[in-house]
Each structure stands twice: as C-alpha cells, then as structure tokens.
C-alpha cells in the first residue's frame, strides 16, 4: 500500500496534469501587503529608466500575462508596453516617457493591486494603467498559490476533504500532490461562490492613482476566439467598468472596441487572449495615440480649472471630460 502511494506521488509529480484551477509554483513566490506575487523576468518593470532620467513622463501598467507580453518570444522586449516607449520617445522625445511595466502571468486583481501600492506612491507617474480582467483571489498554501473562489477554506486557510482533520489535511496538501489533487477536485465548495467587486476595486485604484499624482485608466482585454466586431464573455466587464467611468470621471477603453477593424486571427497568439508580436505592435500603436490624447486632455482640464480658480497649480486634474480614445485603425472611441 505504501508502495502505491509513493508510486501515484511520482507520477502526479512527473507528469503534472493541468489541474482544474490555477496553481502558481514559482521560486519568486512571495507575501507583498498580504497577497500572493511572483515574477517571471522583471526587467520590463523598467524601474532603470525611471532612475536614470527623472524628467521623463511615466507611465505605468498593472496588468495579467496579456500585458506581460506572453504570446510573444521575448515578452519584456516584444510585448506592446516596450514597444509603447519607442513610439512616445519618437513622437515627444522632450522630456521623454518611461513606461513601466508590472504585469505578470497569472495575476489577478489582487496582484495588480498589490504591486500598485507598493510602486504608484513612489514612481508618481502621469498615468495609470490597470488591466481589468480576473478579478478571482489566490489562498497561500505552503509554496503555491491557488484561486479557486468555490472552495471553502476552513480556519486555518487550507481547502480540504470531509471528514480529515485540520492537522493532517493541512501537511498532506502542503506535502502531497496526489493528497493536493484530491482536495482541488472533491474538497468541500461552495455552490454559489463570491467573488470580488469590480467596482470596490475600481474605486481602490483610482483613489490610489490619484493620491499618487496619476490619472487613472481602466482597460478591458478581450478573449480571441472572436472577432473583434463580437461581443463575448468580455461584455459584463466593459459594462461595469463603462458605469464606473460615467460615475467616477476615470478613463477607460475596451480592447475590442479598440482593435475593432483588426483581423483577430493575425493578431493573436492563441484563442484565449493573447498576442502575437504583430498584435503587440498594434496594441503599441494603439496605447501611444491614447497616452498622448490623455495627456493633451490632463492639460487643458488642468488649465481650465486653474482658470476657472477650483484647482491649486499642480494638482492633478480628476475633471471629467470628452476624451477621444483612438482605436488601431486611428479612428476615435469617445468615452465620457
């Protein structure tokens, strides 16, 4: 019996089956203001830039693996956040832009939280950029992460089988991977789960971008196995960040509207969400008339307030206002 035992641990092991939720394992794996982070390669954080040349404009992105640039070879290099200083260096190189990139496959809401508040109080940049697309928790167990928002985890913070103890089920979910497995697909759930409020979040971001100097800016991915014309799975989440943005006077766009006269199939990556490096030069092209159309925006807001005498010279402006956001094809997406 043993000896089945060690032998399904080896085999889980060796040939890791693609559980049902997402597993984070990683050596990077730490506790950054109470949440899960990890990073893969963090020179797209570009934080050299930012060091070396403090007169430039910043611009930061929170985002998923689809701003991280998987999908692409060289995802630092080729996704379209690298690509996006190039052109706003070429189209304003005085002072110039550092655009600095904190996204990382896998994350969450949560994640692109965490790392905004540990970076948005000290780089202070123009703009904000977050990526609202998952919005489900992790729970830390041992040396993983794991989202599952169905699985009731019990007093000690560990999901867990009927009728096994706290003790034993916690080191055999931390130790086994079998045990582990077992747990993911038959622990106790919750039948009507509860996830976290987009618009809570929303307001979290825009409240700590604008403490931190920055415009906020919410954008909306979009799964690819349609076309950009369609709308998908992504609808409730352009509906709700749509809402916010009339109530809240943050800016936001949708990536599908945004590429909408794109052929989606020579573009992507896969028929999740991801680009390939032609859809991260068009996403680049994209995200540079959109950056600059904000700040233009951020100026004459900013002036007309002063002129107007409501705001203190070098307060950020937070003013709603008309703001073309350009789609690939240098079409405008008006969103008030």
Not at 27 to 53: F, I, Y
């Amino acid at each position: 019996m043993a000896g089945g035992a060690v032998a399904a641990e080896a085999t889980v092991r060796l040939m890791n089956p693609v559980p049902r939720i997402q597993i984070v394992r990683r050596p990077s794996l730490r506790e950054l203001h109470g949440v899960p982070v990890w990073s893969e390669m963090t020179d797209g954080e570009n934080l050299g830039c930012a060091a070396e040349h403090p007169e430039r404009i910043r611009v930061a992105f929170f985002g998923t693996s689809i701003t991280y640039g998987s999908g692409t070879r060289y995802p630092t290099r080729q996704s379209f956040a690298a690509k996006l200083e190039d052109l706003l260096n070429a189209a304003r190189p005085t002072p110039g832009f550092c655009v600095l990139n904190f996204s990382q496959p896998a994350f969450h809401a949560q994640q692109e939280a965490a790392l905004a508040l540990e970076h948005l109080p000290s780089l202070r940049p123009a703009l904000a950029f977050f990526e609202v697309w998952d919005p489900s928790p992790y729970f830390f167990v041992g040396n993983a992460a794991y989202s599952d928002p169905a699985l009731v985890l019990r007093r000690n913070g560990v999901p867990g089988l009927r009728g096994v103890p706290d003790a034993p089920n916690r080191w055999l979910f931390a130790h086994s991977r079998v045990y582990e497995r077992l747990v993911l697909r038959f622990g106790v759930r919750d039948r009507r789960p509860r996830y976290p409020s987009w618009e809570a979040w929303c307001g979290e971001m825009a409240a700590l971008a604008a403490r931190s100097g920055a415009r906020p800016v919410f954008y909306v991915p979009t799964f690819l196995d349609h076309g950009f014309d369609v709308s998908g799975e992504e609808a409730l989440n352009e509906a709700v960040v749509a809402a916010f943005t009339r109530a809240s006077g943050a800016a936001s766009v949708s990536l599908r509207e945004m590429l909408q006269h794109e052929d989606f199939l020579r573009i992507r990556a896969d028929s999740c969400c991801h680009y390939n490096d032609a859809g991260h030069r068009t996403l680049a092209e994209a995200f540079s008339r959109l950056v600059l159309d904000l700040l233009r925006a951020g100026r004459a807001g900013a002036q007309s307030q002063r002129m107007r005498g409501r705001t203190p010279r070098g307060t950020p402006s937070m003013e709603t206002d008309t703001t073309a956001y350009p789609g690939a094809d240098g079409a405008s997406r008006v969103r008030t």
